[in-house]
Structure formats: C-alpha cells, structure tokens
C-alpha cells in the first residue's frame, strides 16, 4: 500500500487515511491508484459495512490534485513520461465515479482544505453518503485561478447547488467555510474538529446497521452557531449569476455598488478569462447531465486544456514562480470568442475510444 495512503479496518469499518500532510494531501498517481484499489477490494468484502476517509493532518483534508507534477507532466516528453498526467485524469476521474456511486455507507471527515481533487473524493452522492465538516473546513473548487475548470465531476455536483451559487464558487474560485457548505449542499453534517476522534472511536465500536443515525445522533450535541454568509446574498448571486455569458454577468456585478458584488467581481478579473468562459458553458451542460456524462465531458476538457497551455500558465505563475502574473491566452474577456469555448467541448476521442467508456 502506498506510504501516503493508510488503510486499516476497525470492527467492520473500513478506514482510509491521506497521509502527505507536508503536501497538504494533495494526491499523487500512485495515492489515485491506492484509494481505488482499497474501495475495490472493501466494496466487494462482505466483512466491511462502511468506508471512512480521513487525513492525518490537521491543516487539510486534501487541496486536489499535486498541480505540480501537472506542471512537469505537461512539458515532458513521451520518453519521459508524459503519458502519466493523462493516466492521472482518467483513474482520478472513475476514482470519482466509483466513489459518487460506492453502495455502502462513506464518511468523509472534511477537516480542514478540502480544494478541488479534495472535493472529487469527497463528493459522495449514494444514499450513504455522510460529508462531515468543522470549523477549520475550507472548502473551494479553485481551478480557474490556475487556467482549468471544476473537474472531477464538477459539473455535476457544483451545478446542483441551489440556485446560482454554484455559478458563483465556479467562477470566482473563492473558498467557503462550513456554514456556507451545509447551505450549498456540498456538506450534510457539522461536528467540531476536537470532536471527530471520538466520533472515529465510537465508529469502530458500533453497530454499522444505521451509521447514518448513529453519526446524527453524536452530531446533535453540538450546534453550529455560525450563520451561512453567502445564504444572506443569495438574492444577489442569483440575480447577478443568472446569466449565461460571462460578460453579462461581470456587467450586472459593475452595476451593484456593494461590497460584496464589487468583491466578486475584482475577484474575477484576476481569472483566466477564457476559463472562465469555458468554465461557464461547463456547468450549464453539467446541470443537465448524469455523473458519467459529466466525467466524460470533463476528461475531453481536460485534454484540451494542457493542449491549450492555459493550465501550465497558471500553475506556473501561481506555484512555480509565484509571481502571481500570469499571461493569460487571450488576455481580455473581450477577445474570447465563442468558438474558442466551444473548442473545449469537442470529443478528444471517439465514442468507443474514450478513455472512460467504461467504469470500474
């Protein structure tokens, strides 16, 4: 098993645990193919009833995806090993649909940066699902502000928050803390951080016949006080998000005065324009797509926009250089065309060729 993926099983309770605390969790290829393997062989192993992930740092759950292999990845050569960046979106991509669709009971313990990849491995949809957050949660879906998209089915999951406010944690790459989660439906339960011990504890010790019940029940003793900033604009992300061009939206933020519109909207202007474009287009498809078709479309994205570069701009001048200036292509939203984001939609292979034709 690999030194940054743990996995131990406790009284029928199968847990997993990220272990790159220096990485913040971020997830590697080999800890892509670990989580996989042990969901696998636990999914068909009569002896566990429910999967627990969580992290062995306190600073983060996972924050994605490692951007930085991307970056090396997407400028190797064959001969040295450019083919692995793709084999790390197709198996990170049905780890998410395994996991949307895992048919026992799965635990997420969201303690900390929960970003991007983070959010793939967490975004359990099945009718176990338990997504736990705290007080340290800090959830984000940031891929525009390093030239990507919300992938690993965010297309499906951030398009489903209510009204726009999926729109609006897509296009601006801000993160939200757990009030905000629970109200957006990317979280189900709150439960103080000093408290998840106890709560792992008392999962290895129980009856798993309703673990759903059983991780409610401990979670009643405790009353989040925290109020849902972003419920309180709702009105106003609905109103300004509502439309389905960019330069629309960042119009209507223009013409409301308050702070948090003028916030959203100079939060923006730092974005790749053509990604935020793209990004747009993605989850309006997404809002009308399953899972798989989601993926599927997401995996072609995701060719296309290494092949772009506008990836490796980003990573580069947000991680790599960090100077914080990236040379965005196009520059301007005003030179984004309709047929550069359409670009991004077109197979990357045919039908029977497509890497995730099939699911685990």
Known sequence: ??????????????????????????????????????????????????????????????????????????????????????????????????????????????????????????????AGKLRIVTERSKLAMPEVNIGLFPDVGGSYFVSRCPGQLG???????????????LHFGLADIFIPSEHLPALKASLACTDHGDIGTHVREFAAQFDNQDISVLALQRECIDRHFAFDDVPSIMASLASDSTPFAQDTLSAMKKRSPLMLCVTLQQIR??????????????????????????????IRATVIDKDMRPAWSPATLEEVSPQMVEAFFRPAWPHHAHPLRCWL
């Open 1 to 126: 098993m690999n030194e940054h993926i743990l996995t131990e099983i406790r009284n029928r309770l199968g847990v997993l645990t990220l272990n790159r605390p220096q990485a913040l969790n971020s997830l590697s290829l080999d800890m892509v193919r670990a989580i996989t393997h042990a969901l696998l062989e636990w999914r068909d192993n009569d002896a566990i009833d429910a999967v627990l992930i969580d992290s062995s740092s306190d600073r983060a759950f996972c924050a994605g995806g490692d951007i930085r292999f991307f970056y090396q990845a997407g400028q190797w050569t064959p001969q040295q090993g450019s083919a692995l960046l793709d084999d790390f979106f197709t198996e990170e991509y049905a780890l998410n649909h395994l996991i949307h669709h895992y048919p026992k009971p799965y635990i997420a313990f969201m303690d900390g940066i929960v970003m991007g990849g983070g959010m793939g491995i967490a975004q359990c949809h099945s």
């Open 167 to 181: 729109t609006w944690l897509a296009l601006t790459a801000n993160p939200i803390g757990a009030a905000d989660a």
């Open 285 to 314: 498809r997404g809002a009308h797509m399953s899972v798989e078709e989601c993926l599927r479309m997401e995996r072609s994205m995701m060719r296309h926009c290494f092949a772009h570069g506008e990836a490796l701009e980003g």
